[in-house]
């Protein structure tokens, strides 16, 4: 069964995302847009959300300078996301929203909120969580309401409520956000010898790609053959990684090329090479996160390798959500109009979104053979502004 499907999200008050909503995802979307669009921002809002959940409010907060480098720039109140979603295609969709506010220069949850449909058919929202700063009530699944008090201000109720069996709507909530994965991959970290050990999970860097082979290899060997028909497919000049164990324990990692019989060091091959077996690895995941985010796999990639890739997202993305962010035309020519969703910034300064499919100027052109990737890069994805609207200088995205 695939895991729950994000259907629409809004953004309020977050840097670029003054207001921002965005309905009719898919299991496999791109985010494109200019240097300063707002796509890297969104980006960043699942990871704020993950990290929240993974390892609390503060946490998330700290990291990215609080409330000052948060906040909208010239505007007051909270921060709001808000996530519309689907445990399953045939169940009821449900909404969960968290407002962000600032007291004491702390961190403040000034509303937390998980709503759904109870019955089949038409039918009024109910609340099965409701809180604000530390106070409020959740319903369990035989409609009792309980009131509840949380021990600090800065606390998510579902991260506490959603560890009781009781609250299994909660709990599914709480388990779908803290297996998220958002992809920082570093190359200089792919190319280290780790200590020998399996791994169930790449890391956010791609620092343990070596103990995830072994995972593979050693409970997993045919999903590990996937991957490695994956690599070839993608760049058929590569045959296979593989890893030995050195005298002090690390595993050493070896890329072979189809041509030569011999393999080399991973720390002596292409940048691209071990970036995309960190991709493939992360997508052929035997338990695969809910929800993937990749940002700009074009960088270390060479053009022709991108359309592959980008095929390997949306096929793994009938196993979980992939969100990826570009600047290339190479990928999004590979895309179809409604899995893009174009961000660039206003005459305001603050972002705008643009669905492709909605321009008929778009799709005319794709009908007449034009490629999706160079609309993008003429311009044709923007929208026209308001022609009262006066244009001002905009600096770099927040």
């Not at 705008?352 to 609309?375: I, S, W």
Request: with cysteine.
């Amino acid at each position: 069964m695939r895991p729950p499907v994000i259907e629409s999200i809004e953004v309020g008050n977050y840097r670029a995302l003054r207001d921002v909503k965005i309905k009719n995802l898919r299991p496999f979307m791109v985010l494109v847009g200019p240097n300063g669009s707002g796509k890297s921002t969104l980006f960043d809002v699942f990871a704020f959300l993950e990290t929240c959940f993974t390892s609390g409010v503060r946490s998330a907060w700290d990291a990215r300078g609080g409330m000052d480098q948060l906040r909208s720039r010239g505007m007051e109140g909270p921060i709001s996301i808000q996530l519309s979603y689907r445990e399953s295609p045939t169940a009821k969709k449900l909404t969960y929203r968290l407002e962000f506010d600032e007291e004491g220069g702390r961190p403040v949850v000034a509303k937390e909120l998980l709503r759904w449909t109870r019955r089949p058919g038409p039918g009024r929202p109910t609340h099965v969580l409701d809180f604000s700063r530390g106070s409020g009530y959740v319903v369990d699944e035989d409609g009792r309401k309980s009131s509840e008090e949380l021990d600090s201000y800065d606390r998510l109720a579902v991260n506490a409520l959603g560890q009781f069996r009781s609250h299994p709507r909660v709990a599914a909530l709480r388990r779908f956000i803290s297996g998220w994965y958002l992809s920082y991959l570093s190359v200089a970290d792919e190319r280290k010898s780790p200590v020998a050990g399996p791994q169930e999970r790449l890391s956010r860097t791609g620092d343990n790609i070596s103990n995830v082979l072994q995972y593979l290899k050693e409970n997993h060997p045919q999903r590990l053959e996937r991957v490695m028909q994956a690599l070839s497919e993608t760049v058929p000049a590569l045959e296979r990684a593989d890893y030995e164990t050195s005298p002090d324990g690390r595993l050493v990692l070896f890329v072979k090329d189809a041509p030569f019989q011999k393999p080399v060091l991973a720390r002596n091959s292409s940048d691209g090479t071990l970036k995309l077996l960190s991709y493939l690895a992360l997508l052929y995941d035997p338990d695969p996160a809910p929800f993937i985010g990749v940002e700009e796999p074009e960088n270390h990639l060479y053009p022709t390798v991108l359309p592959g890739l980008a095929e390997q997202c949306r096929h793994s993305s009938a196993f979980s959500q992939i969100v990826v962010t570009t600047h290339s035309r190479d990928f999004l020519n590979s895309c179809t109009p409604d899995e893009v969703i174009a961000l660039h910034r206003g005459a305001d300064g603050y972002t705008r979104v643009v669905r492709p499919h909605e321009l008929p100027r778009v799709n005319d052109m794709l009908h007449q053979g034009a490629l999706l990737g160079t609309l993008w890069e003429e311009g044709f994805f923007e929208d026209v502004p308001d022609p009262r609207t006066p244009v001002i200088a905009v600096g770099d995205e927040q």
